[in-house]
């Protein structure tokens, strides 16, 4: 690890080390000759931990790099630099057998559960589709049986095995996914905005059924979300992003109660609170300007030009993700990793406040097939 990245804690062994994890995209011009002249920094120096049955939130602005990271854990995208232990064991460097072996472990849900799943293939064939490449895990004669157990396991009946994704409404296509993501008995899940597409009334329901299935096959997890009021629900920790780095991470206490870093509680000030009058009577702080480009990050701290604590010392000195030094000696929830020069513990969401973290809805429970063209619908 760094020294720009510092000290990042979880509880227990981890499962999972990601350290210095970097990603960046080139940028070429020319048609005949292609020449580099510079690169998107996607993802730029992030490490975590995560601990076995843990689930870490990752939260962020569109584009700051969360899919990204998701992609590189899962082994869809080689990381520029860095390195992500599972285990113990650096998986950017295996191939081959090993490669494989370690992959069936780290799984992946998708978000969208409307392009996500092979509209020509049964709801059979799509989730037992793993097997193909695992035969070790389920062998042919027992892939029906396994794949109709699965659907049960998500809520869905297993007679649907021979229905096409259409025949499902949203929240049914993300138990789907779900269900494929459980396929190869997996330790690990990397859930990319599972929810983000759903209704609301669904939303709870999905989150719901992840809480469920984490007990009971002893699942961690990595939730990627960019609304803080989803994350808290389901995550023990919670990692801030802001272009390609995290800004701060703590538990779910210590990020949604006492917030160090500014974006944070920029963040947060927006997250909607239930109590009409705790609403009028909160800060709401309106950040100024864009997220600058990826390919040309601001120098020292990332956040600084909508940062309205910004000065000279940011523009020069990068932060660094550690806990900053007004809080080292002090046995506060503000004692965390921020990485902000001038960080400072601001209540954003008022006291005895939940954020509106669950969408109101039915509980989880199963669903009835949709027909054709109705159910829930994407907003
Ligand atoms: N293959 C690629 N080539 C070039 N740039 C890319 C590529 N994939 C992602 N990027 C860029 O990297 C940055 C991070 O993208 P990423 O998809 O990880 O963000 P995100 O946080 O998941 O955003 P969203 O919330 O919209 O899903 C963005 O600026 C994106 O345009
Ligand atoms: S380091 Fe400076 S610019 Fe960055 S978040 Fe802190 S006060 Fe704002
Ligand atoms: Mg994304």
Not at 58 to 72: L, N, Q
Request: aromatic residues 6%; contains cysteine.
């Amino acid at each position: 690890m760094n020294a720009e990245q510092g000290s990042i804690r979880a509880g227990g062994e981890p499962i999972l080390e990601v350290r210095d994890l970097v990603k960046h995209y080139p940028l070429t011009q020319g048609i005949l000759f292609k020449k580099q002249v510079g690169a998107v920094k996607a993802v730029d120096g992030v490490s975590f931990r995560l601990a076995a049955g843990e689930t870490l939130g990752i939260v962020g602005e569109s584009g700051c790099g969360k899919s990204t990271v998701a992609r590189m854990l899962v082994h869809l995208e080689q990381p520029t630099a860095g390195s992500i232990e599972y285990k113990g064991e650096d998986i950017t460097k295996l191939s081959g057998r090993a490669l494989k072996a370690v992959r069936r472990n780290i799984q992946m849900v998708f978000q969208d559960p409307y392009t996500s799943l092979n509209p020509r293939m049964t709801v059979g064939d799509i989730i037992g589709e793993p097997y193909e490449i695992h035969p070790e895990v389920a062998p042919k004669g027992e892939r029906r049986r396994k794949v109709q157990d699965l659907l049960d396991v998500v809520g869905l009946n297993p007679e649907y095995i021979n229905r096409y994704p259409h025949q499902f409404s949203g929240g049914q296509r993300q138990r789907i996914g779900i269900a494929r993501g459980l396929a190869l008995n997996p330790e690990i899940i990397v859930a990319d905005e599972p929810v983000s597409a759903l209704d609301v009334s669904v939303q709870a329901q999905v989150i719901n059924l992840l809480d469920r299935l984490q007990a009971e096959f002893k699942l961690s997890y990595v939730f990627i979300a960019h609304d803080l009021s989803i994350v808290r629900h389901i995550s023990d920790r919670v990692g801030v992003m802001y272009l390609g780095r995290f800004a701060e991470i703590g538990t779910d206490e210590q990020i949604y109660d006492h917030p160090t870093h500014p974006y944070t509680q920029a963040l947060l000030s927006a997250v909607p609170v239930p109590d009409p009058m705790a609403r009028e009577h909160r800060e709401r702080i309106i950040l100024h300007g864009d997220v600058p480009s990826p390919a040309n990050p601001p120098s020292g701290c990332r956040f600084r030009t909508r940062c309205w604590k910004a000065q000279e010392r940011c523009e020069l000195e990068v932060p660094l993700l550690a806990v900053p030094a007004v809080f080292r000696l002090t046995d506060t929830p503000a004692h965390h990793d921020s990485a902000c020069h001038f960080a400072e513990e601001k209540q954003v969401v008022p006291p005895g406040e939940e954020p509106a973290e669950e969408p109101e809805g039915p509980g989880e429970g199963p669903e009835e097939p949709g027909e054709p063209g109705t159910g829930p619908r994407i907003r």
